[in-house]
């Protein structure tokens, strides 16, 4: 199982939309680059049929340093989620692939 | 950001291209992602994150209206994690 990379999405843009190729790679980039973008400036995300990309802040919270034990606080973060919508869901539910599947008994 | 003002921002970064061939590219990429998690593989974009499906074991679950037990199959589920300039620049706007 092979990870799918920015350079594959390209690929298949330019085979099979007759993108050229230097569009391409820049369409994939913009892509990614303009929802970092979106949630750098505190913006939610909302790609109807994928999902909607949120920025959600954590209060500061006690930690552990987990090599001395020494207690130290976590300060206060924000952080992004991801919330996949009806349609990928239904997609990926059905998957029955074998790599992550425990055997049942 | 919806996906169409996703569409109008890189239409701006292309005038070159009509907005229908963005929205066509852009279309294409979230299609090209949901068929990479359909068939199993994972996503990984560099500084962005990575897409991957996280397994759920059959279980037992309940009707909440009714109580009744219903047998739930064994399923996955998408899930994301920010890679490290998502989540550098993220929080930095904290």
Same mark, same amino acid.
């Given at each position: 199982m092979t990870a799918v990379t920015k350079a594959d999405l390209a690929a298949r843009l330019h085979e099979e939309?007759?993108?050229n190729k230097r569009e391409a790679r820049e369409l994939v980039e913009q892509f990614f680059e303009q929802i970092r973008q979106a949630l750098e400036d505190n913006e939610h995300v909302k790609l109807s049929g994928f999902g909607n990309f949120e920025t959600r802040d954590k209060r500061e919270r006690p930690g552990r340093?987990?090599? %001395?034990g020494e207690v130290i606080p976590v300060p206060p973060r924000r952080v992004v989620t991801f919330k996949p919508g009806q349609k990928l869901k239904a997609r990926v539910? %059905?998957?029955?692939?074998?790599?992550?599947e425990p055997s049942q008994g | 950001m919806t996906r169409s003002e996703l569409i109008e921002q890189i239409a701006g970064l292309q005038p070159q291209l009509p907005q229908k061939d963005v929205e066509l590219a852009v279309k294409g990429i979230i299609e090209y992602l949901t068929q990479a998690l359909a068939s199993g593989n994972r996503v990984e974009i560099r500084g962005f994150g990575s897409f991957s499906l996280h397994y759920r074991a059959p279980r037992l679950g309940r009707?909440?209206?009714?109580?009744t037990a219903v047998q739930l199959d064994e399923r996955h589920v998408p899930h994301f994690k920010p890679g490290k300039e998502l989540r550098d620049r993220v929080n930095k706007s904290l």
């Open positions: 939309l007759g993108f340093n987990p090599k %001395t539910e %059905t998957y029955a692939g074998s790599e992550q | 009707n909440p209206r009714t109580g």
